[in-house]
């Protein structure tokens, strides 16, 4: 593997993040900040505990995965769709850099951002509520692992959009609503029978159930259900991804 590109893409991702401060990390922090003044202090008031955990506490691992889903899934498709808007892309094309390599240089620069965006949150959340991570090593590995596997939902969009319009389509439209009815805010077990069933349907309740539980130790579904749903979703983006590659698809429109 060519580290030294992989190294160069990488820190020139990195680098576009330190030029947009405000908009990266500042801003995604404020907002998920008023999340825990209007849920946290307004309507946790009216709901003391869910399952034995402060109301104020139990929407944490939601709301940093709300904000871990969507930060993932811009900041690749971002950063893959501008070099092809700007025709920079030829650049990486024509230097001897595997597809693996451009890869992996770029949903590695897109995740890492977002698990320093979800770090912080982390940080800023303590702030305001008590928290407890009883599995600390699985919340680490569910917060790269769902990092990992949405930036490469947004290099997939990355290449697929032949617009700015249709990079914000699917966080949007798809991620964020599927967030909010995931359980980011409630526990589905509160649900409805019917509701509940309709609910499982939902991918995102797997990834916010599994990391809620290396916090408190609920979960509304099996962790070894989440975890592999997580896998499961990891590996169809890996393979969408690679047959994007070998057909070229849209790669150097």
Known sequence: MNFYAVR????????RTRRTLMQSIISPVISTSLYFVVFGAAIGSRIPEIDGVPYGAFI???????????QSVTNASFGIYFPRFTGTIYEVLSAPVSYMEIVCAYVGAAATKSIILGVIMLGTAALFVPLRIEHPIWMVFFLVL???TFSLLGFII???ADGFEKLQLVPLLIITPLTFLGGSFYSTSILPPFWRAVTLFNPVVYLISGFRWSFYGLADVSVAVSLGMTLLF??????I???????GYRLKN
Do not use: Q
Request: net charge neutral; hydrophobic share 70%.
């Open 8 to 15: 160069a893409i990488y820190n020139f991702e990195m680098a």
């Open 146 to 148: 769902t990092a990992v």
């Open 158 to 160: 990355g290449i697929w």
């Open 60 to 70: 944490v691992p939601g709301l940093i995965m709300l904000s871990l889903l969507t």
């Open 241 to 247: 991804v690679a047959w994007m590659f070998k057909t």
């Open 234 to 239: 990891l590996t169809i983006f890996l393979a």
